[in-house]
């Protein structure tokens, strides 16, 4: 593939009728517990439980790279991917492109991409094409972050001392502080007892947030999602009937899956990434399920 071929490659279109705005590529996905892609079935699983490579590197990246160690959460078969990975304290990592859309979540530590740093819960989102800086971890603990392949493509790095010409530089997040950022309502009636932080929205409206549920939530029914999703829980607990998602817990819901009731007492904290507008009647449906 051509150093600038990567960006005439269409979206893939998401499977409830989308013509692939999102850009996410969270249909169809295989996760660490089913090899098959399962239409309308929400896996729920510990991410700790999943198995972890141990020397991981990132396509293209030089071989004297620190290795890192990556658990494998979902992926599609264009490439696109969720994963928890691990950069040991010793990682650097040089300047240059992706071939595919990225984004990072840090979990724990800092890291720091070009004249950027991400400290805990800090986001970026990195367009394909758009030339970053050098990486490296700060401080002298390993940094604990999602990573986030979009497709269409399968992700590789590329040097390059400038963005690549086409490249979407408009929608390049370098660093964002999500403790920094308020606390809005959400867009649901079955979360209403839920506050949202935007950190990135799409052209279609879907996109990325943290959701904070509140103690004492009740859903009160089963939902019907008419879209596809992938959580992570960053802290507390959110019961989905006889299953309890908690720290760490990874979340994958195909479009038109029937969810069950959600419960927390204690109320919960997640990252979320969704691939369509839920403002929009329909796509967030109550159903009493006897």
């Known amino acids: 593939m051509e150093i600038d071929d990567f960006l005439s490659v269409p ?3 998401e499977d409830w009728g989308g013509d692939g705005q999102s850009r996410m590529s969270l249909s169809g996905r295989r996760t660490a517990i089913s ?3 399962k239409p309308r079935e929400y896996l729920l699983f510990d991410s700790n439980l999943v198995y972890e490579e141990n020397d991981w590197k990132i396509p293209g990246m030089p071989e004297n790279i620190a290795p890192i160690t990556r658990r ?5 078969d264009c490439g696109a991917s969720t994963a928890k990975v691990v950069f040991p304290p010793e990682f650097t990592a040089p300047e240059g492109i992706f071939t595919a859309d990225l984004e990072i979540f840090v979990l724990t530590g800092e890291v720091q991409v070009g004249e ?5 819960h800090g986001y970026s989102f990195i367009p394909a094409g758009v030339k970053v800086g050098k990486w490296k971890v700060l401080g002298n603990k390993p940094v604990e972050l999602l990573w986030m392949e979009n497709g ?6 590329k040097f390059a001392e400038n963005t690549v010409t086409n490249a979407r530089i408009c929608d390049y997040i370098p660093a964002m502080d999500t403790k920094l950022l ?3 309502t959400t867009n649901t009636v079955q979360f209403e007892v839920a506050k949202k932080k935007w950190l990135r929205r799409n052209q279609n409206n879907s996109g990325v947030w943290l959701l904070a549920i509140l103690p004492h939530y009740d859903g009160q029914f089963s939902i019907i999602q008419a879209y596809n999703e992938d959580d992570y829980c960053l802290s507390g607990y959110l019961d989905l009937g006889d299953y309890r998602v908690q720290k760490d817990g990874y979340c994958y819901c195909p479009s038109f899956s029937l969810i069950p009731r959600h419960i927390s007492d204690e109320g919960c904290l997640f990252f979320v990434r969704v691939d369509r507008d839920l403002s929009k009647l329909g796509t967030v449906i109550s159903y009493k399920n006897d």
């Not at 494998?72 to 599609?76: A, D, P, R």
């Not at 950027?116 to 805990?120: A, D, G, I, S, Y």
């Open 11 to 13: 979206p893939i279109p």
């Open 35 to 37: 090899d098959e892609y």
């Open 72 to 76: 494998l959460l979902s992926w599609h």
């Open 116 to 120: 950027w740093k991400l400290p805990k």
């Open 152 to 157: 269409p493509v399968p992700l590789q790095y």
């Open 182 to 184: 308020p606390w809005a």
